[in-house]
């Protein structure tokens, strides 16, 4: 724990030293503010396209999992199947996932020669204005873990409760809304406050499927720090100590709401 | 006791890490005169085992250096081992750390590297310097060549041995393109008229920018009206009708100009791939290898410039903390002979041009040049390196390309 939290530290203050100008590559260390205020026009639209990609993948797949956990518990059937699918997908490195979807979505991918749409009529998945391909690409591994999660936390006593519920005539629709959805409530806010954050600091998604510009939080940061100008480190190390407090912030935020969900209970 | 004192001093020694590592760079200059002669030095580097840091992701480059550079540098009593990087900047980030921790057994002995990495490790005096002069095959380098006495506008002085030339090109699908444009201005009103056919990648991609770079020598009238230091007047004066043709072309370009590939690659895939038909890039020899194995249209073809277009060289630097810096200047000078840049200029091999003047070889070395196959894609490199135009100092390079991504990408401030 101590080392965890030795070597975590060190790099924090390493990075935060460095956006405040003091731990320069080339020159004397000088206290300043430039690395965040030269850019915070950049900054800022970073961090909304990371925070709009991070909240719609986030969505996205806790309604995905939610569903998968609620056809697993309620048919009890091929449940091994599902667990062993979505397991095989937790599994898929995001890499692989992302130049998957990449070849699949992209103007002259597989979708597009599958569909028959001329490539010029193709919407702008990859690559648009909205953040098409990095959200679905987040949405479907991470809907996986997600699932697995909450099938995890319900288990059995899904279906002696439901028994129950069946018993003093409920019928199915509020049978999920009344005893499966709060039963998975918890795990489902704590895998979904998960994926949040892992979508907040995702590099290599929306690397390979983003636009251009704006970009997110963590893949400005990495064009910054490889920038010829070695000036530009003090910004690039900016741009990740706000990504980092993003991250901070939303767990600070959630944490407790997820506790009062009772998932600690 | 003992078990309470001991938990206190791993984080002790944490921190203690952590502070030595934030001591200023106090390291002394990387040497700056090679005083030895030849011989002392190769005697010194037998035996030693010389670490290569270059660019991974060219198959044709690993073949080469693995299969051909090492087993010749073995003979020479040197072992070569090749270590692959995603990108120079990953090579230029350990030398510039092991030169703030002044190390002197570093890791890298030897890099490929030119322009604003070279740039990057002069303004860090990260460079062991003054030794490409001892080596013998330098003799057939031209001493006025501006492409290898000059790095990208910053001088060499014998910091860095040449090892490639390379020359921008642009490249066309002669099927799809009837009447090929002569020029730049010609290229971007044949975009302008085909909308949605032409793309280039965004800077700080290397290909971009020179790219832009080009449009910037168009629009001035020639690379001769731009000082080749950078100069803020000259940039205010010249800048804003590059950023003027771009924004004028955007509308017509891929994605209405709303976005531009990542990177070269991007667009050699959008290139293959039918969405634009033409792409850019620095290495053109690889051309004929990407259409023989189908990767490009057959109908591929280099597109020159009536103005010629921008070339330059790259080099072998050892930085100034490396551990075997002996046999670094014996691969280097090997790297540098006529035999091996003959080999390494048959593009089934990789393709890549000589440093070396032909004029300055003698007859059988320069037999060797004369009979290198020829290609439909691409020219022999004494026709595509007519009128080549020198480039800027990597000074420009910088505020061109945080220009564009202001002015044509939109990105704020």
Redesign the interface.
């Known amino acids: 724990m101590l080392l965890i939290l030795g070597v975590t530290g060190t790099a924090l203050a390493a990075v935060v030293a460095t956006s405040l100008g003091l731990l320069p590559l080339v020159g004397r260390p000088r206290l300043s503010i430039a690395g965040f205020t030269s850019l915070s026009g950049d900054l800022h639209a970073a961090t909304q396209e990371s925070l709009l990609t991070a909240a719609a993948a986030t969505m996205l797949a806790a309604v995905m999992g939610l569903t998968i956990a609620t056809l697993v518990a309620r048919s009890g059937r091929g449940v091994r199947l599902v667990i062993g699918l979505a397991a095989a997908v937790v599994t898929v490195p995001h890499l692989v996932g992302a130049g998957a979807t990449g070849l699949l979505l992209s103007d002259v991918g597989l979708a597009q020669r599958w569909s028959g749409i001329p490539a010029a009529a193709w919407p702008e998945l990859v690559g648009g204005r909205w953040p098409w391909a990095t959200v679905l690409e987040l949405a479907w591994k991470e809907s996986a873990f997600v699932a697995l999660v909450v099938i995890a936390s319900v288990g059995r006593q899904y279906a002696a409760l439901r028994e129950v519920a069946a018993v003093l005539g409920a019928p199915p629709r509020a049978q999920w809304r009344r005893v499966l959805l709060p039963l998975s409530a918890p795990a489902l806010a704590s895998s979904s406050l998960i994926v949040f954050v892992y979508s907040l600091g995702t590099y290599e998604v929306a690397r390979l499927l983003g636009r251009a510009y704006p970009e997110p939080l963590p893949v400005m940061a990495y064009r910054l720090f490889t920038d010829i100008d070695v000036a530009a480190r003090p910004q690039a190390a900016a741009t990740a100590v706000v990504a980092t407090g993003l991250a901070l912030l939303v767990a600070v935020i959630g944490l407790p709401l997820v506790r009062r969900l009772g998932a600690d209970r | 006791m003992y078990p309470r004192r001991a ?1 206190l001093l ?2 002790a020694a ?2 203690g ?2 502070a030595s ?2 001591a ?2 106090g390291s002394p200059a990387g040497s700056t005169t090679e005083n030895r002669s030849w011989s002392q030095i190769t005697n010194q580097a037998n035996g030693q085992t010389v670490d290569l840091w270059m660019y991974g992701g060219d198959q044709q480059g690993n073949a080469y250096v693995d299969e051909v550079l090492t087993p010749a540098a073995a003979k020479l009593g040197v072992t070569l081992r090749r270590v692959p990087v995603a ?1 120079t ?2 090579a230029m ?1 350990r030398i ?1 750390a092991e030169r ?1 921790a002044g190390s002197k057994d570093g890791a890298v002995d030897l890099v490929w590297v030119n322009g ?2 070279f ?2 490790g002069k ?2 005096d990260a460079w062991r310097c003054g030794w490409s002069s001892k080596l013998p095959n330098m003799k057939f380098v031209a001493p006025n060549d501006v492409l290898v006495t000059q790095d990208f506008g910053a001088s060499v002085d014998g910091c860095e041995a040449p090892w490639h030339k390379a020359q921008f090109t642009l490249v066309y699908n002669s099927a799809r393109v009837a009447t090929p444009p002569t020029s730049m201005s010609g290229v971007l009103q044949w975009a302008k008229d085909h909308p ?1 056919r032409f793309t280039y990648p ?1 800077p ?1 991609d290397f290909t971009g920018s020179v790219f832009v770079r080009e449009v910037l020598y168009s629009t001035s009238g020639g690379y001769a009206k731009i000082p080749s230091q950078f100069d803020q007047g000259a940039y205010a004066m010249l800048t804003p009708k590059l950023w003027g043709a771009l924004k004028d072309v955007a509308p017509s370009l891929w ?1 209405q100009g ?3 590939p ?1 990177d070269s690659v991007a667009l050699d895939r959008l290139y293959a ?3 634009v038909d033409m792409t850019m890039t620095y290495g053109p020899a690889t051309l004929t290898k990407l259409v023989a194995d189908g990767t490009f249209p057959a109908t591929t073809r280099v597109l020159p410039l009536d103005e010629g277009t921008i070339g330059n060289a790259s080099f072998l630097a050892i930085p100034s903390s490396a551990g075997d810096p002996e046999s670094a200047m014996v691969v280097a000078n090997l790297a540098l002979s006529p035999a091996q840049q003959s080999i390494k200029a048959d593009p089934d091999t990789w393709g890549q041009f000589t440093v070396l003047d032909t004029h300055l070889l003698n007859q059988s070395d320069r037999a060797r040049f004369d009979n290198l196959p020829a290609s439909d894609v691409v020219p022999p490199y004494d026709v595509l390196s007519r009128n080549a135009n020198p480039e800027l100092a ?1 000074s420009w ?2 505020p061109l390309d945080e220009g564009w ?1 202001r002015a044509v ?5």
């Open positions: 938990r791993l984080p944490l921190l890490l952590a590592a934030c200023a760079p990108d900047k990953d980030t510039l703030q604003d990495n740039a990057t303004q860090a949605g965004a700080p994605r709303r976005t531009y990542r791939e039918g969405e990597s390079v910088h991504r990408l939109g990105s704020g401030s």
